[in-house]
């Protein structure tokens, strides 16, 4: 097991067993009926962003207990080294970059650095709610930023580096956009990111359609409210809490797991057939 701190690239794992899982990933092709082979992830590798905490933590547990070996990419060491540590405790393989995904240079040679990358999921992003006629050009700017470039700079970056595997179209790929249900929808004091989450959907939609003769997918997943500490900072009030719960015929928030599991879903071989969508995971608001 590999885990490191810094702009570093993960070297391929190392012992028989792994190299026998990625051969038989790469040249098996089906997984047929059996589940645990539909949801494993032996022999792959995924990139994660914005993997410190919350979503991005679940979902890059999740990955590695999948099998995969996670790159997870975060601004806050410690907050990679803890999650980095947790991932090795039940037996995962996982290595930290430190870095912003705003910083194209920096994210387009941590990923060209890379021996292997099958998975890219894009999560990093942020929200500043406010009445779209108090929009300052600050935000507008730092939000299309993180949200919007980034996830198409990361996205990028990732294709090119699965191109240059020379079994690609039988390895396949998967990117993985994390967008919400605000893609789908309009809500007040969220212009601005509606905005960028309908932006990303539609790049998801037409990366689909140009990658899928490639054997690269790319879909989305789009949470409603997730029960994050990030969230409860938002929904601070109890009107605020009781306006959001009202919106969701399921009656909860979501959990960190809901959405690292359709992730999961989306980036395993169950999905193979699966591109160009979005898997909303938002208890039934956009159902409405």
Known sequence: MVVEAGNQSVRPAGGQDDAQRAAAAEHRPSAGEDPRELFSLAGRVALVT???????AAIARMLARAGAEVVLVSRTASELQAVCDEITRFGGRARASVGSVTDRAAMRALIDALPQLD???NNAGNNIP?????????HLDELLEL?????????QAGVRKMLQHPQRKMRGGVIINI??????????????????KHAV??????MAVELASEAIRVCSVAPTFVDTPLVRRIIDTPEKE????????????ATET??????LYLASPAASMVTGTSLVVDGGWTAR
Do not use: W
């Open 50 to 56: 914005g993997a410190g905490r919350g979503i991005g």
């Open 258 to 263: 809901d959405i690292a599991a359709a992730v």
């Open 130 to 138: 406010e009445p779209f006629v108090e929009v300052s050009d600050e």
């Open 201 to 206: 959907e539609g790049l998801t939609k037409a």
């Open 179 to 196: 967008s919400s249900q605000m893609g789908h929808v309009g809500s007040p004091n969220r212009t601005v990111y509606c905005m960028t």
């Open 119 to 121: 998975i890219v999921v």
């Open 242 to 253: 009781q306006f959001v719960l009202s919106s969701i015929p399921a009656g909860r928030l």
């Open 147 to 155: 949200n919007t470039r980034s996830v198409f700079t990361i996205a």
